[in-house]
C-alpha cells in the first residue's frame, strides 16, 4: 500500500539512449511533481501536473517530457541520455486544502555512462 | 535569489543532546508552509515537521520542534534527545501561497556521535 511509488529504482544506461521513469500514487491527490536531486544533493523542481495539466515547466532540457495519463500517473521520459542527466529523481504529489502536505516517492537513481 | 537557506552544511551532536538545524527563508507572499525533510542514507525523502505562516504556535512532533520567527524569517529545526538513528540529511522548503511546488534549502548532513 505505498502510497508514491516510483520505477525503476535504479536505472542504468548510456549515453544517447531514451528511458521512461513511472509513478503512481494512491493517495488521490491532484498534483503531481517530478524533483531532480544532483550530486550535491539539491533539489530542484522541474515539472508539475494538476489533474493531468501541465502547470509548473521549469528551465529543463526539451529531452524531458512528463506525461500525466491520468490524475494518479506521472511519467517522466528522456531522450538522447547524456552523462549530466544522471541524479537522482522523486516524483511527489500534493493534495489540495488544509496542510497540502507532500508525499514523495522512494526515487530513482539515474547512472548515465 | 535564494529563497531558503541552509548554512550549516554539516553537524555534529552527541547522542541524547538536543541539536538545532537553521534555515532561514524569503517570501513577500503573507501565505506560506515551511516543511522539514529528514533523508537517511538510503535515499528516501521523510517528512518531518510543517508550519504555517498563520499557525500561532511553534509546531511540534514527537521529538522535532519548529522554531519558527516570523519576523526574523526563521524555522529552525530542533531536534531532543538525539538518536544514532537521526543521522541523515535535512532538508527544510518551502510552499509559496496556497499550492504549488516546494522549494528547497541546500540541506544539512547531521551526524550523531555514540
Known amino acids: 500500500d505505498t502510497a508514491v511509488s516510483q520505477t525503476p529504482k535504479y536505472l542504468v544506461t548510456q549515453m544517447g539512449n531514451d528511458k521512461s521513469i513511472k509513478c503512481e500514487q494512491n493517495?488521490?491527490?491532484?498534483?503531481m511533481y517530478w524533483y531532480k536531486q544532483d550530486s550535491k544533493k539539491f533539489l530542484k523542481i522541474m515539472f508539475s501536473?494538476?489533474?493531468?495539466?501541465?502547470?509548473i515547466n521549469e528551465t529543463v532540457p526539451n529531452r524531458f517530457s512528463p506525461k500525466s495519463p491520468d490524475k494518479a500517473h506521472l511519467n517522466l521520459h528522456i531522450n538522447s541520455l547524456e552523462l549530466g542527466d544522471s541524479a537522482v529523481y522523486f516524483c511527489?504529489?500534493?493534495?489540495?486544502?488544509?496542510?497540502?502536505?507532500?508525499?514523495f516517492g522512494s526515487g530513482t537513481r539515474l547512472t548515465v555512462v | 535569489a535564494q529563497k531558503i537557506t541552509q548554512t550549516q552544511p554539516g553537524m555534529f551532536v552527541q547522542e541524547k543532546e538536543a541539536v538545532t538545524l537553521d534555515c532561514t527563508y524569503d517570501?513577500?507572499?503573507?501565505?506560506?508552509?515551511l516543511f522539514w525533510y529528514k533523508q537517511p542514507s538510503s535515499g528516501e525523502m521523510i517528512f518531518l515537521i510543517y508550519?504555517?505562516?498563520?499557525?500561532?504556535q511553534n509546531a511540534t512532533e514527537g521529538r522535532y520542534s519548529l522554531n519558527f520567527q516570523k519576523a526574523r524569517k526563521s524555522a529552525n529545526l530542533v531536534i531532543s534527545a538525539s538518536q544514532l538513528g537521526d543521522s541523515a540529511m535535512y532538508f527544510c522548503?518551502?510552499?509559496?501561497?496556497?499550492?504549488?511546488?516546494?522549494?528547497f534549502g541546500q540541506g544539512t548532513e547531521l551526524s550523531v556521535k555514540p
Open positions: 493517495l488521490g491527490h491532484d498534483t
Open positions: 501536473y494538476n489533474n493531468k495539466e501541465l502547470i
Open positions: 508550519q504555517g505562516s498563520y499557525d500561532q
Open positions: 511527489a504529489s500534493s493534495g489540495t486544502g488544509g496542510f497540502y502536505g507532500y508525499t
Open positions: 517570501t513577500s507572499d503573507p501565505s506560506y508552509g
Open positions: 522548503a518551502m510552499r509559496e501561497g496556497q499550492g504549488g511546488k516546494l522549494i
